[in-house]
């Protein structure tokens, strides 16, 4: 019998055998897949309704915009800032922290607490408006067709619209948008506290308009439940 047989093994192999350095390597390369390639999202509210419920799970591709940048109909998940209103992270309390990490590795639960989902009107250097005589939002002009929107406010050329007194909630703009930001709004237009929320009146501060910045990445698909699989 060859002695070789009863050689110790070399350190490395006893290392990279042991469980527990297999474990901490999954969880290495979950974390780099979550921060770079591919993160599941938990939808807080009801504002991006019919196309997202409340309590669905979304995968965001945090590729997607590697090499190009959001375009108007793409629903993006981003990091808010100040300006949004949001309340600051409970980080005093270690089960809430514990809670929120998981969530924000599952998707099972709350994500981080200045992320919100939104679909994309228009982009940088693009001036956003609502309405034409159709009532709908125009991008540089031209009126998009927005099949996804539900509760839109009222709207009736002559009797509800954007010269009419009272006027129609669905109005705002013209808005130039600001460089590395996007004009945001949710699919159920009247219950999202979205770009336009604090705009839709005949006379606004520019500091109304709220800002999409730090975009985390594209929302390609509802991963939960099971019964609402689908692309986005």
């Known amino acids: 019998m060859s ?18 350095f297999q474990l901490a390597a999954a969880f290495v390369a979950t974390g780099l897949v979550l921060s770079f390639v591919a993160k599941p999202y938990w939808v807080p509210s009801g504002s991006m309704e019919q196309t997202l419920q409340p309590g669905d799970r979304i995968l ?12 108007t109909g793409d629903v993006i998940v981003f990091d ?16 809430r922290t514990a809670l929120r990490w998981l969530g924000e590795v599952t998707g099972f639960g709350p994500s981080g607490p200045h992320t919100l989902v939104k679909r994309v009107i228009a982009g940088p250097g693009q001036t956003a408006q609502c309405c034409d005589e159709q009532g709908r939002v125009t991008v540089d002009g031209v009126g998009l067709d927005e099949p996804y929107v539900t ?3 009222a709207f009736e050329p002559g009797t509800i619209d954007c010269e009419s007194e009272p006027r129609s909630g669905r109005c705002f ?25 604090r705009c839709r009146a005949a006379e606004v501060s520019p500091s109304c308009w709220r800002w999409a910045g730090n975009v985390v990445g594209k929302s390609v698909a509802v991963i939960w439940p099971i019964g609402r699989w689908s692309g986005l």
Do not use: K
């Open 151 to 153: 509760n839109d406010f």
């Open 80 to 95: 808010a800032d100040a300006a949004w209103g949001l309340p600051a992270p409970d980080s005093d309390d270690p089960v």
């Open 173 to 197: 703009g013209p808005v130039v948008v600001p460089d590395q930001s996007y004009l945001v709004l949710g699919d159920n237009r009247t219950g999202s506290a979205d770009s336009a929320h």
């Open 3 to 20: 002695t070789d047989e009863h050689a110790p093994r070399p350190l490395w192999r006893r290392v990279t055998g042991s469980f527990w």
């Open 60 to 71: 965001v591709n945090r590729l997607a915009y590697v090499g190009s940048t959001p375009t």
